[in-house]
Protein backbone atom coordinates (compact mmCIF):
# COMPACT_ATOMS: atom_id res chain seq x y z
CA UNK A 1 0.00 0.00 0.00
CA UNK A 2 1.59 2.92 -1.00
CA UNK A 3 0.79 6.79 0.42
CA UNK A 4 0.82 9.90 -1.97
CA UNK A 5 4.19 10.78 -1.60
CA UNK A 6 5.41 7.34 -2.69
CA UNK A 7 5.89 5.65 1.33
CA UNK A 8 4.58 2.88 1.96
CA UNK A 9 2.27 2.32 4.98
CA UNK A 10 2.60 -0.27 6.59
CA UNK A 11 -0.06 0.92 9.53
CA UNK A 12 -2.21 -1.65 10.88
CA UNK A 13 -5.25 -1.72 9.45
CA UNK A 14 -7.99 -4.24 9.66
CA UNK A 15 -7.27 -6.16 6.44
CA UNK A 16 -3.25 -6.62 7.58
CA UNK A 17 -4.42 -9.27 10.82
CA UNK A 18 -4.45 -11.57 8.12
CA UNK A 19 -0.86 -10.94 7.05
CA UNK A 20 1.71 -12.86 8.30
CA UNK A 21 3.52 -11.42 11.20
CA UNK A 22 6.68 -11.19 9.29
CA UNK A 23 4.69 -9.12 6.51
CA UNK A 24 2.70 -6.89 9.14
CA UNK A 25 6.43 -5.77 10.93
CA UNK A 26 8.09 -5.50 7.23
CA UNK A 27 10.68 -2.22 8.08
CA UNK A 28 9.32 0.89 6.35
CA UNK A 29 12.74 2.99 6.46
CA UNK A 30 16.18 2.79 7.04
CA UNK A 31 15.62 4.00 10.51
CA UNK A 32 13.93 0.55 11.38
CA UNK A 33 15.57 -1.88 9.56
CA UNK A 34 17.84 -4.21 11.18
CA UNK A 35 21.22 -5.51 10.47
CA UNK A 36 23.52 -5.11 7.50
CA UNK A 37 25.61 -2.27 9.38
CA UNK A 38 28.49 -3.15 6.98
CA UNK A 39 26.90 -1.36 3.82
CA UNK A 40 23.73 0.85 6.32
CA UNK A 41 25.82 2.49 8.79
CA UNK A 42 25.35 6.28 8.40
CA UNK A 43 27.41 7.91 5.84
CA UNK A 44 28.11 4.44 3.84
CA UNK A 45 27.66 5.26 -0.11
CA UNK A 46 24.22 2.72 -0.02
CA UNK A 47 22.72 4.44 2.75
CA UNK A 48 23.63 7.97 1.23
CA UNK A 49 22.02 6.82 -2.31
CA UNK A 50 18.76 5.65 -0.56
CA UNK A 51 18.07 8.94 1.31
CA UNK A 52 19.07 10.54 -1.46
CA UNK A 53 16.55 8.72 -3.55
CA UNK A 54 19.53 8.15 -6.11
CA UNK A 55 19.93 4.66 -5.81
CA UNK A 56 20.92 2.81 -9.05
CA UNK A 57 20.49 -0.41 -10.45
CA UNK A 58 22.11 -3.36 -7.34
CA UNK A 59 22.21 -6.84 -6.63
CA UNK A 60 21.82 -8.35 -2.83
CA UNK A 61 23.19 -11.19 -2.14
CA UNK A 62 22.69 -13.39 1.09
CA UNK A 63 21.17 -15.54 2.64
CA UNK A 64 17.45 -15.90 3.19
CA UNK A 65 15.33 -13.72 6.05
CA UNK A 66 18.05 -11.04 5.91
CA UNK A 67 16.11 -7.75 4.24
CA UNK A 68 16.69 -8.01 0.50
CA UNK A 69 13.11 -7.46 -0.46
CA UNK A 70 12.56 -5.33 2.59
CA UNK A 71 15.81 -3.32 1.11
CA UNK A 72 14.10 -2.96 -2.72
CA UNK A 73 10.86 -1.13 -1.21
CA UNK A 74 12.88 0.73 1.13
CA UNK A 75 14.83 2.04 -1.82
CA UNK A 76 11.30 2.13 -3.95
CA UNK A 77 10.00 4.25 -1.50
CA UNK A 78 12.92 6.84 -1.08
CA UNK A 79 12.94 6.80 -4.87
CA UNK A 80 9.29 8.45 -5.34
CA UNK A 81 9.03 4.81 -7.73
CA UNK A 82 6.64 2.20 -7.97
CA UNK A 83 7.97 -1.47 -7.28
CA UNK A 84 6.78 -4.36 -9.35
CA UNK A 85 7.92 -7.54 -8.28
CA UNK A 86 8.81 -10.76 -10.20
CA UNK A 87 9.72 -14.06 -9.12
CA UNK A 88 12.44 -16.26 -11.43
CA UNK A 89 10.79 -19.22 -9.88
CA UNK A 90 7.25 -18.61 -11.80
CA UNK A 91 7.71 -16.07 -14.08
CA UNK A 92 9.48 -15.90 -17.56
CA UNK A 93 10.06 -13.56 -20.70
CA UNK A 94 6.25 -12.93 -21.44
CA UNK A 95 6.26 -11.47 -17.42
CA UNK A 96 9.36 -9.94 -17.43
CA UNK A 97 8.19 -7.86 -21.12
CA UNK A 98 4.88 -7.05 -19.49
CA UNK A 99 6.27 -5.22 -16.29
CA UNK A 100 8.87 -3.21 -18.82
CA UNK A 101 5.86 -1.98 -20.96
CA UNK A 102 4.10 -1.15 -17.66
CA UNK A 103 7.12 0.74 -16.38
CA UNK A 104 7.62 2.57 -19.70
CA UNK A 105 3.71 3.81 -19.46
CA UNK A 106 4.35 4.87 -15.83
CA UNK A 107 6.88 7.18 -17.08
CA UNK A 108 5.18 8.83 -20.25
CA UNK A 109 1.64 9.10 -18.34
CA UNK A 110 2.74 9.43 -14.63
CA UNK A 111 6.39 10.94 -14.87
CA UNK A 112 7.12 7.62 -12.35
CA UNK A 113 10.33 5.84 -12.09
CA UNK A 114 10.02 1.73 -11.62
CA UNK A 115 12.01 -0.17 -9.47
CA UNK A 116 11.87 -3.83 -11.21
CA UNK A 117 12.44 -6.31 -7.86
CA UNK A 118 13.69 -9.44 -9.15
CA UNK A 119 14.06 -12.36 -6.64
CA UNK A 120 15.82 -15.22 -6.72
CA UNK A 121 17.34 -13.84 -10.21
CA UNK A 122 19.92 -16.36 -10.35
CA UNK A 123 16.98 -18.72 -11.69
CA UNK A 124 17.12 -16.79 -14.68
CA UNK A 125 18.89 -18.26 -17.70
CA UNK A 126 21.23 -16.15 -19.72
CA UNK A 127 18.39 -14.85 -22.54
CA UNK A 128 15.90 -14.23 -19.31
CA UNK A 129 19.16 -11.87 -17.68
CA UNK A 130 19.85 -10.04 -21.08
CA UNK A 131 15.80 -8.69 -21.37
CA UNK A 132 17.07 -6.58 -18.50
CA UNK A 133 19.96 -5.09 -19.72
CA UNK A 134 18.55 -2.66 -22.70
CA UNK A 135 16.32 -1.31 -19.96
CA UNK A 136 18.64 -0.70 -17.69
CA UNK A 137 20.57 1.27 -19.59
CA UNK A 138 17.85 3.46 -20.84
CA UNK A 139 16.61 4.28 -17.50
CA UNK A 140 13.35 2.48 -17.83
CA UNK A 141 13.82 0.69 -14.64
CA UNK A 142 15.76 0.62 -11.60
CA UNK A 143 17.06 -2.96 -11.24
CA UNK A 144 17.08 -4.84 -7.89
CA UNK A 145 18.03 -8.40 -8.26
CA UNK A 146 17.96 -10.84 -5.08
CA UNK A 147 19.92 -13.92 -4.86
CA UNK A 148 21.39 -16.44 -1.70
CA UNK A 149 23.34 -17.99 -4.95
CA UNK A 150 27.21 -16.17 -5.42
CA UNK A 151 26.40 -13.76 -8.04
CA UNK A 152 29.81 -14.19 -9.61
CA UNK A 153 29.03 -17.68 -11.18
CA UNK A 154 25.03 -17.33 -11.56
CA UNK A 155 24.67 -14.73 -13.12
CA UNK A 156 26.11 -12.50 -16.46
CA UNK A 157 28.80 -10.40 -16.42
CA UNK A 158 26.76 -8.02 -18.59
CA UNK A 159 24.07 -8.32 -15.37
CA UNK A 160 27.34 -7.69 -13.08
CA UNK A 161 28.65 -4.60 -15.17
CA UNK A 162 25.64 -2.75 -14.84
CA UNK A 163 24.70 -3.28 -10.93
CA UNK A 164 26.73 -3.33 -7.72
CA UNK A 165 26.85 -6.40 -5.61
CA UNK A 166 26.24 -6.17 -2.32
CA UNK A 167 26.26 -9.09 0.26
CA UNK A 168 24.19 -9.11 2.79
CA UNK A 169 25.52 -11.25 6.05
CA UNK A 170 23.18 -13.29 8.33
CA UNK A 171 21.80 -11.49 11.22
CA UNK A 172 23.62 -11.20 14.41
CA UNK A 173 22.34 -12.52 17.87
CA UNK A 174 21.37 -9.06 18.84
CA UNK A 175 20.08 -8.49 15.57
CA UNK A 176 17.30 -11.05 15.98
CA UNK A 177 17.21 -9.80 19.64
CA UNK A 178 15.82 -6.43 18.74
CA UNK A 179 13.37 -8.12 15.81
CA UNK A 180 11.77 -10.17 18.78
CA UNK A 181 11.32 -7.40 20.98
CA UNK A 182 9.65 -5.43 18.13
CA UNK A 183 7.03 -8.20 17.48
CA UNK A 184 6.74 -8.65 21.37
CA UNK A 185 5.47 -4.98 21.58
CA UNK A 186 3.64 -5.49 18.03
CA UNK A 187 1.73 -8.25 19.44
CA UNK A 188 0.71 -6.90 22.64
CA UNK A 189 -0.51 -3.68 20.78
CA UNK A 190 -2.23 -5.50 17.78
CA UNK A 191 -3.60 -8.75 19.09
CA UNK A 192 -3.79 -7.80 23.06
CA UNK A 193 -1.55 -10.98 23.49
CA UNK A 194 1.41 -10.21 26.34
CA UNK A 195 3.95 -12.67 25.03
CA UNK A 196 6.45 -14.41 27.90
CA UNK A 197 9.36 -15.89 27.30
CA UNK A 198 10.56 -18.79 30.01
CA UNK A 199 13.69 -19.34 30.82
CA UNK A 200 16.20 -20.35 27.81
CA UNK A 201 13.50 -19.67 25.42
CA UNK A 202 14.41 -16.52 23.80
CA UNK A 203 18.04 -17.75 23.62
CA UNK A 204 16.02 -21.04 21.53
CA UNK A 205 14.53 -19.16 19.16
CA UNK A 206 16.96 -16.91 18.10
CA UNK A 207 19.52 -20.28 18.08
CA UNK A 208 16.93 -21.80 15.60
CA UNK A 209 16.06 -18.23 13.43
CA UNK A 210 19.61 -18.92 12.47
CA UNK A 211 20.03 -15.79 11.21
CA UNK A 212 16.90 -15.40 9.35
CA UNK A 213 14.38 -12.87 10.96
CA UNK A 214 11.63 -14.24 8.84
CA UNK A 215 12.03 -17.73 10.47
CA UNK A 216 12.10 -16.47 13.64
CA UNK A 217 9.24 -14.08 13.32
CA UNK A 218 6.84 -17.07 11.48
CA UNK A 219 8.17 -19.33 14.64
CA UNK A 220 6.81 -17.15 17.19
CA UNK A 221 3.70 -16.31 15.67
CA UNK A 222 2.83 -20.59 14.61
CA UNK A 223 3.83 -20.86 18.84
CA UNK A 224 1.25 -18.07 19.66
CA UNK A 225 -1.49 -19.36 17.13
CA UNK A 226 -1.03 -22.68 18.75
CA UNK A 227 -1.16 -21.70 22.32
CA UNK A 228 -4.24 -19.26 21.37
CA UNK A 229 -5.91 -22.21 20.34
CA UNK A 230 -4.57 -24.16 23.81
CA UNK A 231 -6.10 -21.30 25.92
CA UNK A 232 -10.19 -22.03 24.76
CA UNK A 233 -10.06 -17.97 25.81
CA UNK A 234 -13.49 -16.41 24.59
CA UNK A 235 -14.25 -13.24 23.30
CA UNK A 236 -14.96 -11.85 26.42
CA UNK A 237 -11.70 -12.78 28.11
CA UNK A 238 -9.95 -11.39 24.98
CA UNK A 239 -10.92 -7.90 25.64
CA UNK A 240 -8.31 -7.81 28.69
CA UNK A 241 -4.32 -8.75 27.10
CA UNK A 242 -4.10 -12.64 27.32
CA UNK A 243 -0.74 -13.95 28.59
CA UNK A 244 0.94 -16.68 26.37
CA UNK A 245 3.73 -18.21 27.76
CA UNK A 246 6.64 -19.78 25.32
CA UNK A 247 8.36 -22.40 26.93
CA UNK A 248 11.05 -24.34 25.63
CA UNK A 249 9.41 -27.44 25.48
CA UNK A 250 6.33 -25.73 23.56
CA UNK A 251 9.32 -24.12 20.75
CA UNK A 252 10.57 -27.55 20.25
CA UNK A 253 7.35 -29.09 19.42
CA UNK A 254 6.71 -26.50 16.93
CA UNK A 255 9.83 -26.14 15.20
CA UNK A 256 10.32 -29.56 14.66
CA UNK A 257 13.58 -30.50 13.19
CA UNK A 258 16.06 -28.21 12.05
CA UNK A 259 16.65 -28.77 8.11
CA UNK A 260 20.02 -28.14 7.68
CA UNK A 261 21.78 -25.32 5.27
CA UNK A 262 22.59 -27.33 2.46
CA UNK A 263 22.09 -27.55 -0.94
CA UNK A 264 23.98 -29.54 -3.61
CA UNK A 265 24.31 -26.96 -6.26
CA UNK A 266 24.97 -23.78 -4.06
CA UNK A 267 27.32 -22.06 -2.11
CA UNK A 268 26.47 -23.97 1.07
CA UNK A 269 27.57 -27.18 -0.51
CA UNK A 270 30.86 -25.78 -1.29
CA UNK A 271 31.39 -23.86 2.03
CA UNK A 272 31.23 -27.35 3.64
CA UNK A 273 33.10 -29.16 1.38
CA UNK A 274 35.88 -26.58 1.56
CA UNK A 275 35.80 -26.72 5.51
CA UNK A 276 36.24 -29.73 5.31
CA UNK A 277 39.29 -30.31 2.83
CA UNK A 278 40.67 -27.56 4.91
CA UNK A 279 40.38 -29.77 7.70
CA UNK A 280 41.66 -32.75 6.66
CA UNK A 281 44.28 -30.62 5.38
CA UNK A 282 44.89 -29.16 8.77
CA UNK A 283 45.75 -32.61 10.73
CA UNK A 284 42.19 -31.50 12.60
CA UNK A 285 39.86 -35.13 12.66
CA UNK A 286 37.22 -33.52 15.02
CA UNK A 287 36.80 -30.71 13.04
CA UNK A 288 36.60 -32.94 9.33
CA UNK A 289 34.54 -35.30 11.31
CA UNK A 290 32.47 -32.31 12.29
CA UNK A 291 32.11 -30.77 8.91
CA UNK A 292 31.22 -34.75 7.43
CA UNK A 293 28.56 -34.97 9.59
CA UNK A 294 27.37 -31.69 8.74
CA UNK A 295 27.33 -32.95 5.19
CA UNK A 296 25.49 -35.91 5.51
CA UNK A 297 23.12 -34.16 8.13
CA UNK A 298 21.97 -31.75 4.87
CA UNK A 299 21.50 -34.72 3.40
CA UNK A 300 24.84 -34.56 0.84
CA UNK A 301 26.09 -37.52 -0.90
CA UNK A 302 28.73 -39.51 1.23
CA UNK A 303 30.47 -40.46 -1.84
CA UNK A 304 31.40 -37.08 -2.87
CA UNK A 305 33.60 -36.41 0.23
CA UNK A 306 35.33 -40.48 -1.07
CA UNK A 307 36.11 -38.55 -3.89
CA UNK A 308 37.40 -35.37 -2.15
CA UNK A 309 39.17 -37.76 -0.11
CA UNK A 310 40.94 -39.43 -2.63
CA UNK A 311 41.65 -35.57 -4.02
CA UNK A 312 43.36 -34.52 -0.57
CA UNK A 313 45.48 -37.96 -0.74
CA UNK A 314 47.03 -36.60 -3.91
CA UNK A 315 47.00 -32.93 -3.44
CA UNK A 316 47.94 -32.75 0.34
CA UNK A 317 49.28 -35.61 1.36
CA UNK A 318 50.90 -37.37 -1.65
CA UNK A 319 53.88 -38.84 -0.99
CA UNK A 320 54.31 -38.67 2.15
CA UNK A 321 52.60 -41.25 3.05
CA UNK A 322 51.19 -42.84 -0.50
CA UNK A 323 48.80 -45.24 1.76
CA UNK A 324 46.23 -42.44 1.99
CA UNK A 325 45.28 -42.75 -1.98
CA UNK A 326 44.61 -46.32 -1.08
CA UNK A 327 42.74 -45.95 2.00
CA UNK A 328 40.28 -43.73 0.18
CA UNK A 329 40.23 -46.22 -2.79
CA UNK A 330 38.97 -48.87 -0.20
CA UNK A 331 37.14 -46.09 1.47
CA UNK A 332 34.84 -45.50 -1.41
CA UNK A 333 34.60 -49.32 -2.16
CA UNK A 334 33.06 -50.32 1.35
CA UNK A 335 30.60 -47.58 0.82
CA UNK A 336 29.63 -49.46 -2.66
CA UNK A 337 29.85 -53.04 -1.54
CA UNK A 338 28.02 -52.57 1.85
CA UNK A 339 25.64 -49.13 1.28
CA UNK A 340 25.70 -45.80 3.17
CA UNK A 341 25.24 -47.60 7.26
CA UNK A 342 28.66 -48.90 7.53
CA UNK A 343 30.07 -47.18 4.27
CA UNK A 344 29.94 -43.76 6.14
CA UNK A 345 31.69 -45.01 8.69
CA UNK A 346 34.92 -46.11 6.32
CA UNK A 347 34.70 -43.25 4.84
CA UNK A 348 35.00 -41.65 8.55
CA UNK A 349 38.11 -43.84 8.98
CA UNK A 350 39.60 -42.75 6.26
CA UNK A 351 39.16 -39.12 7.28
CA UNK A 352 40.87 -39.53 10.49
CA UNK A 353 43.73 -41.51 8.93
CA UNK A 354 43.88 -38.39 6.81
CA UNK A 355 43.77 -35.52 8.87
CA UNK A 356 46.61 -37.20 11.00
CA UNK A 357 48.89 -38.32 7.96
CA UNK A 358 51.54 -36.52 7.39
CA UNK A 359 51.09 -33.75 4.89
CA UNK A 360 53.01 -32.94 1.48
CA UNK A 361 52.06 -31.45 -1.39
CA UNK A 362 55.47 -31.33 -3.16
CA UNK A 363 54.06 -33.62 -5.84
CA UNK A 364 50.99 -31.22 -6.02
CA UNK A 365 53.64 -28.17 -6.28
CA UNK A 366 55.79 -29.93 -8.77
CA UNK A 367 53.04 -31.23 -11.34
CA UNK A 368 51.69 -27.59 -11.23
CA UNK A 369 55.16 -26.40 -12.21
CA UNK A 370 55.81 -29.13 -15.12
CA UNK A 371 52.76 -28.38 -16.88
CA UNK A 372 53.71 -24.70 -16.97
CA UNK A 373 57.34 -25.47 -18.08
CA UNK A 374 55.95 -27.95 -20.84
CA UNK A 375 53.59 -25.24 -22.10
CA UNK A 376 56.08 -22.73 -22.28
CA UNK A 377 58.99 -24.91 -24.06
CA UNK A 378 56.96 -27.33 -25.96
CA UNK A 379 58.82 -26.27 -29.33
CA UNK A 380 61.83 -27.64 -27.81
CA UNK A 381 62.92 -31.48 -29.31
CA UNK A 382 63.43 -35.03 -27.30
CA UNK A 383 66.48 -35.37 -27.42
CA UNK A 384 67.86 -38.05 -29.86
CA UNK A 385 68.89 -40.67 -27.17
CA UNK A 386 65.99 -40.60 -25.66
CA UNK A 387 64.19 -41.09 -29.15
CA UNK A 388 62.91 -44.51 -29.75
CA UNK A 389 64.83 -46.08 -32.88
CA UNK A 390 61.40 -47.66 -35.08
CA UNK A 391 62.64 -48.66 -38.00
CA UNK A 392 66.06 -48.22 -39.68
CA UNK A 393 65.10 -44.84 -40.91
CA UNK A 394 64.80 -43.13 -37.25
CA UNK A 395 67.79 -46.12 -36.07
CA UNK A 396 70.27 -44.40 -39.26
CA UNK A 397 69.14 -40.69 -37.95
CA UNK A 398 70.86 -41.41 -34.51
CA UNK A 399 67.46 -42.11 -32.60
CA UNK A 400 67.96 -44.06 -29.58
CA UNK A 401 71.71 -43.97 -30.02
CA UNK A 402 74.13 -43.19 -26.70
CA UNK A 403 70.62 -44.00 -24.40
CA UNK A 404 72.24 -45.76 -21.18
CA UNK A 405 69.78 -48.69 -20.09
CA UNK A 406 69.75 -48.37 -16.13
CA UNK A 407 69.18 -51.64 -15.97
CA UNK A 408 72.72 -52.37 -16.83
CA UNK A 409 74.15 -49.45 -14.73
CA UNK A 410 75.40 -50.01 -11.83
CA UNK A 411 72.55 -49.79 -8.99
CA UNK A 412 69.94 -49.81 -11.80
CA UNK A 413 71.16 -45.93 -12.33
CA UNK A 414 72.83 -44.63 -14.93
CA UNK A 415 74.65 -41.56 -13.29
CA UNK A 416 75.10 -38.51 -15.18
CA UNK A 417 72.88 -38.89 -17.88
CA UNK A 418 69.98 -36.27 -18.58
CA UNK A 419 66.85 -36.92 -19.65
CA UNK A 420 65.19 -33.75 -20.39
CA UNK A 421 66.09 -31.31 -23.51
CA UNK A 422 69.41 -29.67 -23.21
CA UNK A 423 68.09 -26.75 -22.76
CA UNK A 424 66.73 -27.84 -19.33
CA UNK A 425 69.31 -29.48 -18.39
CA UNK A 426 69.74 -28.85 -14.32
CA UNK A 427 65.33 -28.39 -13.62
CA UNK A 428 64.13 -29.60 -10.51
CA UNK A 429 61.06 -29.53 -9.92
CA UNK A 430 59.90 -32.13 -7.08
CA UNK A 431 61.35 -30.89 -3.99
CA UNK A 432 60.63 -33.34 -1.45
CA UNK A 433 59.10 -32.38 2.56
CA UNK A 434 61.15 -33.94 5.47
CA UNK A 435 58.03 -35.42 6.73
CA UNK A 436 56.76 -38.98 6.31
CA UNK A 437 58.09 -41.47 3.70
CA UNK A 438 58.79 -38.17 1.61
CA UNK A 439 61.88 -38.05 3.82
CA UNK A 440 63.66 -41.04 2.64
CA UNK A 441 62.68 -40.04 -0.76
CA UNK A 442 64.62 -36.89 -0.37
CA UNK A 443 67.76 -39.14 1.06
CA UNK A 444 67.43 -41.31 -2.28
CA UNK A 445 66.90 -38.14 -4.84
CA UNK A 446 69.41 -36.54 -2.58
CA UNK A 447 71.92 -39.62 -3.28
CA UNK A 448 71.29 -39.91 -7.00
CA UNK A 449 72.27 -35.86 -7.07
CA UNK A 450 75.31 -36.74 -5.33
CA UNK A 451 75.72 -39.62 -8.20
CA UNK A 452 74.96 -37.32 -10.86
CA UNK A 453 77.61 -35.04 -9.53
CA UNK A 454 80.59 -37.08 -9.64
CA UNK A 455 79.66 -38.65 -12.84
CA UNK A 456 80.14 -35.07 -14.34
CA UNK A 457 83.49 -34.59 -12.17
CA UNK A 458 84.48 -37.29 -13.79
CA UNK A 459 83.15 -36.37 -17.36
CA UNK A 460 85.05 -33.55 -17.33
CA UNK A 461 88.12 -34.28 -15.66
Same mark, same amino acid.
Given at each position: ???GN????L???????? &?????Q???????????????LA??????????????????????????????????? @???? !? +?????S?????????????E?????????Q???????? +??????? @????A????? =??????????T?E???F =?????????????????????N??????????H?????Q????L???S?????????????????L??????????? @????S !?????? &?????????I??V??S?? !????????A?????????? @??R???????????????????DA??V??????? !?? +??????????? &?????A??????????????????????M??A???????????Q???????????D?????????? &?????????????????????????????????????????????? +????K =????????L????D?????
Amino acid at each position: MTSGNGTLDLTFTADQQF &QPLAAQLRPNTLAEYVGQEHILAPGMPLTQAIEQGKCQSVIFWGPPGTGKTTLAEIIA @SHAD !A +EIARVSAVTSGIKEIRAEIENAKQRIIHQQKRTVLFVD +EVHRFNK @SQQDAFLPHI =EDGTIIFIGATTENPAF =ELNQAILSRARVFTLKKLTTQNLENVLIRAINHIAETQQINVKLQGKSKAQLIAIADGDARRLLNLVETCITFADKD @SNATS !ATKEKN &QEVVLTEQRIAEVAGSKV !ALYDKNGDAFYDLISAFHK @SVRGSDPDAALYWYARILAGGGDALYVARRLLAI !AS +EDIGNADPRAM &QLAINAWDTFQRVGPSEGERAIAQATVYMALAPKSNAVYVAFKQAKVLAAQTSHLDVPFHLKNATS &QITKNLGHGQEYRYAHDEVNAFAAGECYFPEELAQTYLYHPTERGL +EKQLK =EKQNYLAQLNRQSDEQRYK
